[in-house]
């Protein structure tokens, strides 16, 4: 039975030839940059993290992982603990050490790189009421990898773990692990939004919709991606507060753009999804490209005042720093 292959909104394609790759690594050879900017650790504030059950908290962890504290869940976004990515030895340690990580209930996986799904960092994550969420196409590895409880989702689809509705959204990327499994399952970001119970939803016959009480905010995890226009319709489906969104990995531009945003790419697809606020991501951790830490928070900050974008919209964390958000009292929507 031939393998399903899934692709990019338009079919836009990743690929890349063995005369591209040689292409980078000639073009690396003759480049001088300085990696000595380390992103700063913080100590993570673990007696918080421990007792907190009600109160919405984003801490950075490195990359794309995140321990995010949500309507009384634990969950971790695409775990690397790793200390070594092919060759690229990680920059900085954990934002949290893995043993000190608070039981979790749910690990959410955007796509299968090495990068985004460490399975040594999963198993020491995992626990028997963990739910792990995955792309359409990697259920049965995860399963094969002893994984029990694990939801597969499609682009668009959502479903509800605890008091949290989680969709999966598109993103422009790709996926392999090995040579033989190039873009077997899909690839995506995610948002999180309270599940609304009934007596909190507008029935059309009371006033209830001139009601409010408080809310966490909606979060966006944009996994990993190039710059296409499925931002703005994430931000015309859902109402975004906070956008967790990458900035690095982009250099060489002519051979990353499909695939990953540069900073200016990356608050673009900010105003897009019409976030409050944005934590960048993806950068600094690990050398997957040519572009330094240092030169991604500068372009970043350079377009940000360009743009007309306020500093307050851009929270930039260490690793171990927690962002706790302050809850607001919101209109329910139905």
């Known amino acids: 039975m031939p393998k399903i292959r899934y692709n990019n909104i338009d079919n836009v394609s990743t690929d890349k030839t063995l005369k591209q790759f040689k292409q980078w690594r000639d073009e690396r050879r003759n480049k001088k940059k300085d990696y000595s900017y380390v992103i700063p650790n913080l100590t993570p504030d673990l007696e918080y993290l421990h007792g907190n059950r009600h109160e919405t908290s984003v801490t950075w962890v490195g990359h794309a992982t995140f321990f995010i504290q949500y309507e009384g869940l634990n969950i971790v976004t695409d775990p690397v603990w790793a200390r070594r990515m092919a060759f690229s030895k990680r920059f900085g340690e954990p934002g949290i050490p893995i043993g000190e990580v608070p039981p979790l209930d749910i690990i959410l996986i955007s796509h299968s790189h090495y990068d985004h799904m460490h399975i040594a960092s999963i198993r020491r994550l995992y626990r028997e009421g963990t739910t792990i969420v995955v792309p359409i196409g990697l259920k049965r590895k995860m399963i094969a990898k002893g994984f029990r409880r694990v939801i597969e989702m499609k682009w668009w689809e959502s479903t509800t773990i605890g008091g949290v509705k989680i969709s999966f959204v598109p993103t422009q990327h790709w996926t392999r692990r090995t040579p033989f499994d190039t873009n077997t399952s899909h690839w995506g970001g995610f948002v999180l939004e309270p599940e609304l119970q ?19 905010p909606n979060l966006y995890f944009a996994g990993d991606s190039g710059y296409f226009n499925g931002f703005k319709e994430i931000g015309d489906r859902f109402n975004i507060h906070i956008a967790m969104m990458p900035i690095g990995a982009y250099e060489p531009e002519w051979f990353m753009t499909s695939q990953h945003v540069n900073p200016e790419e990356a608050l673009k697809a900010f105003l897009d ?10 950068y600094g951790t690990f050398r997957l490209a040519d572009d330094t830490a240092q030169e991604a928070l500068e372009r970043m900050e350079m377009e940000r005042d360009r743009l007309g974008i306020s500093e307050e919209q851009i929270l930039v964390l260490k690793y171990g720093e927690t962002f706790k958000v302050q809850p607001e009292r919101r209109k329910v929507e139905g």
Not at 200 to 215: F, N
Not at 273 to 282: G, L, Q, R
Request: charged content about 40%.
């Open 198 to 216: 009934e007596k909190d939803k507008p029935d059309g016959t009371s006033d209830i919709r001139d009601q409010s009480r408080v809310l966490p």
């Open 273 to 282: 999804v019409k976030a409050e606020t944005m934590i960048p991501m993806h």
